[in-house]
Every structure is written in structure tokens, then in C-alpha cells.
């Protein structure tokens, strides 16, 4: 055992304390947290893997608001930032794999830990089908993309914070597309229908046809 202990200060005495010695006093307990047999230094994948949240997290946050917002969600700027989008995610989920592996190894329960590698499997596996297994399977779909002829056409915001069409198809069923701000706002709120044309896997619509 080391006697060499720093004493953490009293509230006076921290209070009083200049910066320098606050200074000092934070070098030494480094010092020692580094010197002690147990500490364990912050591995290099959970930094990875934190600092993959955070882009993760960022980038979410900022695709949510330009969504919002009205913006990049039709035609070629839609179709560039779904790939755009995916490439991250694909990068993101890159570096993610390790440390949640590692994460889950070191749950102790074995029901624990099986719910945890479940959850993980269930959430990775969402986010690679919603945005990065969608634009791909659209690939083939840029030359030849769906359409649908949509009859009670209207536009909408108000309901689900997103500007969107809805109406229904041929068979009654109903159909909701993202649109942006733009088309919106130029909408003729007589016109009851419209032919979208659109990629059926992420559903970003190429061009709205109003007869």
C-alpha cells in the first residue's frame, strides 16, 4: 500500500485555494490515478465508440431538422442526401460493432447479456436497413422508379411536423410522402390529384405531377 496518498482539501481550504495550488493539486491526483496498480487507463475503442455516438447523434439531429425544415428530402438533393446519409451511418455503425461487442461480453449475467446482444443486433440492425439497406436496393430503381396516381390529394405539417402529400391510391389505400418546403408552400389547395413518382424502398419522391 502507498502512504502517499493525496488528501482531498476541505471546502475552506479549496475555497482559499489559489490557482496555482488548484493547479498543483490536480497534477498530483493525476499522478496518482496513473501510478496506482489498478487504474485502467480509457481504452481506445470505448473512445471510438463514444465519439461515434456523438457523430452519430449529431448527424441524426441534423437530418431530423433539414427533414423538418422542408429541405433536401425531393428530387436529386433527396435522392444525394439519403446516400449521403447512409455513407455515415455505414461508417458510424463501422465503429460502433466493436465496442458494443466488447460491451456485451462484459455483462456478467448470462440473460443479461443475451438481452443486451439482442437489443444491440435489433437496433444496428434497424438503422442499417432504414438507411443504408434502402438507398441501396433503390439503385436499380433510379432509371425505372415507382409512380402512383393519388386521388383526395392534399398537403400537410401541422399533424406530424413534417411537410408532407398524402392522398390515395387505386385501390383506396392511403399513401403519405415527404415533400419540401418549397412544393409545399406552392401547393393549390383545389388540386385533388397527383401522380408521384417515386423510389419504393426509401420512398424519396423524385417529381410531382398535379394534372
Known amino acids: 500500500m502507498r502512504n502517499d496518498l493525496v488528501e482531498p482539501p476541505t471546502p475552506e481550504e479549496l475555497k482559499n485555494m489559489s490557482q496555482e495550488e488548484f493547479n498543483e ?26 465519439l461515434s455516438v456523438g457523430v452519430l447523434a ?15 428530402t425531393m428530387g436529386i438533393p433527396g435522392v444525394v442526401s439519403s446516400y449521403l446519409v447512409g455513407l455515415l451511418f455505414v461508417v458510424v455503425i463501422a465503429l460502433l460493432a466493436r465496442p458494443i461487442a466488447e460491451g456485451v461480453k462484459e455483462v456478467a449475467h448470462p440473460a443479461k ?22 438507398p441501396i436496393l433503390d439503385i436499380p430503381c433510379l432509371a425505372s422508379p415507382s409512380s402512383v396516381e393519388l386521388t383526395n390529394a392534399h398537403v ?15 385501390e383506396g389505400r392511403p399513401c403519405v410522402f ?5 412544393f409545399y408552400d406552392a401547393w393549390n389547395r383545389d388540386d385533388r390529384d397527383a401522380t408521384v413518382t417515386y423510389l419504393p424502398h426509401s420512398r424519396t419522391v423524385l417529381s410531382v405531377d398535379v394534372p
Do not use: H
Not at 114 to 131: E, K, P, S, T
Not at 156 to 170: I, K, N, R, T, V
Not at 178 to 182: A, F, L, N
Open 156 to 170: 400537410d405539417w401541422e399533424d406530424s411536423g413534417y411537410y408532407q402529400l398524402e392522398g390515395d391510391d387505386a
Open 58 to 72: 449529431a448527424a441524426a439531429l441534423v437530418w431530423l431538422l433539414l427533414r423538418m425544415f422542408g429541405m433536401f
Open 178 to 182: 415527404t415533400i419540401d418546403r418549397s
Open 25 to 50: 493539486l490536480v497534477r498530483k491526483c493525476v499522478e496518482q490515478d496513473e501510478n496506482d496498480p489498478f487504474y485502467e487507463p480509457p481504452s481506445r475503442a470505448k473512445f471510438i465508440g463514444c
Open 113 to 134: 447479456r443475451a438481452f443486451a446482444a439482442l437489443a444491440a443486433l435489433v437496433i444496428m440492425g434497424w438503422l442499417a436497413w432504414q438507411f443504408v439497406l434502402n
